[in-house]
């Protein structure tokens, strides 16, 4: 069995990916031989997450914006408490796109990097007050 940590990643990459209930019977079915994630133990666990990884699913753009990217775009504005219109004002600032979505793996790649910088920049300042 594995831990409620995976169960949820799991469940997040399901929703983000828009996976009808079917169709995420028929990937478990298929990348780990379960019909329920509650059954997954550590190996299934990782031969989901690969098929998720290898697959179009993994995709949420033909411009080639991973899943893994967005999810962490998404921490990254939660952690600077930026809101949906926040970001996608930036987007469009910096990057010409109306939202994360539209992004290219390059730009997310990018725009990754700047959240960072921004994160330890604010930290930073927090540091000296």
Avoid: C, P
């Avoid at 299934?44 to 098929?51: A, E, G, H, I, P």
């Avoid at 809101?83 to 010409?96: R, T």
């Amino acid at each position: 069995m594995i831990d409620k940590k995976r169960l949820a990643v799991i469940h997040i990459v399901k929703k983000e990916l828009g996976l009808s209930d079917e169709e995420y019977r028929n990937i478990l079915q298929a990348a780990a031989g379960v019909n329920s994630a509650k059954d997954l133990d550590e190996e299934k666990f990782r031969r989901l997450m690969n098929y998720f990884a290898r697959s179009r699913h993994y995709q949420v753009n033909r411009y080639g914006l991973t899943i893994r990217q967005k999810l962490l775009i998404k921490a990254l504005t939660q952690e600077l408490m930026w809101d949906e219109s926040h970001l996608n004002n930036f987007i469009h600032k910096y990057y010409h796109k109306n939202t994360l979505d539209n992004l290219t793996r390059k730009e997310a790649i990018k725009l990754i990097e700047a959240l960072k910088s921004i994160k330890e920049h604010i930290k930073t300042l927090n540091t000296k007050l």
